[in-house]
């Protein structure tokens, strides 16, 4: 996920990408006015989130990681008299990814490094806090994070609110107090392990996962119990059958997966001991199959010369068993990575039809550029399309679940290869996708970008990046570096795009009154029709937004919606660090890849909440 | 690979060319790969926290001078050793900052002597800033203190213009 800024930024050829997926906007559907969905029989693939129905109790909203909300008062007619309700400053500036929690009246939110969280009271005037919790958290984790300090939420269960330390420990307080009930360190800091994810709460279990990709980590995932914090299991991502969790159950879809300890004979010698795989992407759970998803970050080092092989099990989706962490199936999705494309992205869980069969289905869309819509108990790829701009990779082959690599823009070590597209931050990157069941179309923030990519020899050094590359970027064909896209997973294409002057670094959420949600890193925060991608709304709050809107019903019975704004991750720290104005000590120039941010954006924290 | 590693760094300490005291037995046996054989790794990014910015230096760091201050050579060296350190990794192509703080706006958060500067690559930083004194020569320091200091020599970055041409209107 880290990018390396480099003052000699070759300017790209726009014409030489190949415009793949960049279909115009449908205009039939935009003619759309309510009614029946633009997908039909497609629906949200688990049962109701626990909670009522005006509440928001996990980072995704429900365990499917839908972000859609059945609650109805803003709709498509209505959405334009939107007006700030009220804000609150997190009092710490960096990366607000991320988003709140609304439990029994209550908003939670968890800023990104100290991790301070606020417990904020929804039933009295001026929203005073119930209290505030400032963590332990040594602040040698700030230069050990890759890509900002930032912290994606956190989960709620059983009068528990659960979330990450950068430091690498996992803490649980009391919801009503606020008091400590346990931390424990899962992670360490002098191997380069963050963490940065939002954990999944499933059955008393924690579920957790560790960055550092780009430090030479190896990565893990690991439930913990939600009373005591104790470690139920851990499974790790390279290495050895019995490391990784496999077993008797393991059933993958494809023959290149099978195979005994893959995850140390698709390395050279030891490698994957240092060879990334790490876990600080979105969870989803199946309970009737009782599988977690989740994926795993590139391999390290990104000098591929480095670790010839496949690199089992990097850039892959994994599907867990919950209660034993025992692998079920594996579906690698970037084999042998060349490129930094992290298969962390989301997980969405849906029922939906696939070449008229309806299919138990999960819906990725990966950082390579392809957007996969797999079967969930089985990991087979029923459809790959890509829905950016792209060029390294033809097509994925179904047969094998492999794509197609043009081998024009295959990395290799001392070679400069140009134009690479998308660029190393993906077509999407951690901004998650959300699912409305009432249009049963996707609706996915995107980055259009592309890069260079000059890979050179690195040495391993415990605490320090292991990356071994270079990789300036810049904006993808077409005079944009990000939409917001309409997705349809059943056909494999896009239905509708509202194009943004910089990649959407904000995530998704999908409302029953035809309304979905985003916002920019220029600091809109927009609503649009969700059926025909119109802009009903926008609100420029006050620094760029690189958070995941919330909607929620208040004491007083309205509907709200509530995002961070506060730029930072890669955007406002690696790819435009001009943007920070408060660092006397670490002023930064104007980067290539987004040269004008800077002009419409500082570094912020605060929570903007939205109403009628 | 383990091995390559070794011999790429044991070139880069053999092309030092520096004959000082001890120097030569430790470029044969480098302190960062004695290191990675240990089962129990010293704490390497771990800080004392009772170092703060803008508190006076200790341990007479600040007498200290460079002993290959203006030297192109050893300035040459030194951004070698940026790379091979995985220096740049953190604080950016041409030390231009990532997930470590910019070396080349000429502010400095902890001083920017060479001694200040030397301090801080020795003793690390609280923010995640290894120590790398005793884990690699001293005269391999200075040469990215040389380095380091060269790369915000005179500039002033205090002010940023955006007047002119910017972005074309979008959407929709």
């Known amino acids: 996920m880290l990018r390396i800024s480099s003052l000699a930024l070759v300017s790209l050829s726009v014409s030489a990408c190949k415009q793949l997926g960049t279909n115009t906007d449908t205009s039939g559907a935009r003619n759309v006015q309510g009614g029946a969905p633009i997908v039909a029989d497609a629906r949200i693939g688990t049962p109701n989130p626990p909670g009522a129905e005006g509440e928001w109790t996990m980072p995704a909203r429900d365990y499917a990681s839908s972000r859609y909300s059945t609650l109805a008062q803003i709709t498509s007619a209505n959405a334009k008299n939107l007006k700030a309700a009220w804000t609150f400053s997190t009092g710490v500036l960096r990366g607000h990814e991320g988003q709140p929690l609304v439990v029994n009246n209550t908003m939670y939110l968890v800023t990104p490094f100290p991790n301070v969280a606020y417990a904020i009271d929804l039933t009295q005037p001026g929203y005073p806090l119930k209290w505030k919790y400032r963590p332990e958290n040594s602040q040698a984790a700030v230069g050990t994070a890759c890509c900002d300090v930032v912290n994606r939420g956190a989960a709620y269960a059983d009068g528990r609110l659960v979330y990450n330390l950068l430091d690498g420990h996992t803490v649980a307080v009391d919801a009503?107090?606020?008091?400590?009930?346990?931390?424990?360190?899962?992670?360490?800091?002098?191997?380069?392990?963050?963490?940065?994810?939002?954990?999944?709460?499933?059955?008393?279990?924690?579920?957790?996962?560790?960055?550092?990709?780009?430090?030479?980590?190896?990565?893990?995932?690991?439930?913990?119990?939600?009373?005591?914090?104790?470690?139920?299991?851990?499974?790790?991502?390279?290495?050895?059958?019995?490391?990784?969790?496999?077993g008797p159950r393991f059933k993958p879809f494809y023959a290149t997966e099978r195979g005994k300890d893959l995850g140390l004979t698709s390395w050279p010698g030891d490698a994957w001991k240092i060879g990334g795989g790490a876990v600080w992407g979105w969870l989803s759970y199946d309970p009737t199959l009782n599988l977690i998803y989740h994926g795993t970050s590139n391999p390290g080092p990104w000098n591929q010369d480095q670790r010839p092989g496949d690199n089992k099990w990097t850039c892959a989706i994994l599907a867990r068993d919950a209660d034993t962490g025992e692998l079920v199936w594996a579906f690698q999705v970037t084999p042998h990575d060349l490129w930094d494309y992290d298969a962390v992205n989301e997980n969405i869980l849906v029922d939906l039809p696939v070449k008229g069969q309806s299919r138990h289905a999960l819906v990725h869309f990966d950082r390579n550029g392809f957007a996969y819509t797999l079967d969930r108990a089985t990991g087979e790829v029923l459809l790959a399309q890509p829905f950016v701009p792209m060029n390294w990779a033809k097509y994925v082959n179904l047969e094998t679940g492999r794509p197609q690599i043009d081998t024009s823009k295959a990395t290799k070590q001392g070679k400069l290869v140009k134009n690479i597209c998308p660029s190393l931050e993906g077509g999407k990157n951690q901004?998650?996708?959300?699912?409305?069941?009432?249009?049963?179309?996707?609706?996915?923030?995107?980055?259009?970008?592309?890069?260079?990519?000059q890979s050179r020899p690195v040495t391993y050094i415990a605490g320090t990046p292991y990356i071994g590359a270079n990789a300036p970027e810049t904006g993808g064909p077409g005079n944009y570096k990000g939409e917001f896209i309409a997705w349809d997973a059943s056909n494999g294409r896009k239905v509708w795009g509202i194009r943004e002057p910089f990649p959407v670094w904000g995530g998704a959420l999908a409302t029953a009154g035809n309304v979905v949600f985003y916002g920019t890193l220029d600091g809109w925060f927009k609503a649009a029709n969700a059926r025909t991608g119109e802009v009903l709304w926008q609100f420029r709050v006050g620094s760029g937004i690189v958070g995941n809107p919330i909607t929620y019903l208040g004491p007083d019975g309205r509907q709200y919606v509530a995002v961070y704004s506060g730029i930072g991750g890669d955007m406002g720290l690696l790819i435009a660090g001009d943007v920070a104005a408060n660092l006397p000590f670490d002023v930064r120039e104007r980067g290539t890849t987004l040269p004008d941010l800077a002009r419409y954006t500082s570094w912020g924290g605060m929570l903007f909440v939205f109403a009628l | 690979m383990r091995a390559m590693h070794c011999l790429s760094l044991a070139a880069i300490f053999a092309s030092n060319g520096c004959a000082r005291n001890g120097d030569a037995a430790e470029a044969r046996e480098p302190g960062i790969v004695r290191r990675q054989q240990q089962a129990t790794p010293p704490v390497f990014i771990q800080h004392p926290d009772n170092i703060q910015p803008g508190v006076a230096l200790h341990g007479g760091f600040a007498q200290l001078t460079n002993p290959f201050e203006g030297d192109r050579s050893r300035i040459t060296e030194g951004s070698a050793l940026f790379v091979s350190y995985n220096c740049m990794d953190c604080h950016g192509a041409d030390g231009s900052g990532a997930m470590g703080p910019s070396l080349a706006d000429g502010r400095w958060h902890f001083g920017g002597t060479a001694g200040e500067v030397f301090q801080s690559i020795y003793e690390g930083r609280p923010e995640g800033m290894p120590a790398w004194g005793g884990r690699i020569p001293d005269d391999q320091i200075w040469r990215l203190v040389a380095y380091v200091q060269s790369l915000g020599a005179g500039k002033d970055v205090s002010t940023e213009n955006f007047t002119g041409k910017t972005i074309s209107k979008m959407g929709h």
Not at chain 1, 209 to 238: C, F, H, P
Not at chain 1, 240 to 245: E, M, N, R
Not at chain 1, 434 to 448: E, H, I, M, R, W
């Open chain 1, 431 to 453: 901004q998650p996708a959300a699912f409305s069941p009432q249009t049963g179309l996707f609706y996915v923030p995107t980055n259009n970008l592309c890069m260079d990519f």
């Open chain 1, 176 to 246: 009503g107090s606020g008091k400590q009930l346990w931390r424990v360190q899962m992670a360490d800091l002098n191997r380069g392990e963050t963490i940065t994810m939002a954990p999944i709460i499933v059955k008393n279990r924690v579920i957790v996962g560790s960055s550092g990709g780009e430090m030479g980590v190896r990565g893990w995932i690991a439930a913990l119990d939600l009373a005591t914090g104790k470690e139920l299991w851990r499974g790790y991502n390279t290495g050895s059958d019995a490391d990784v969790k496999i």
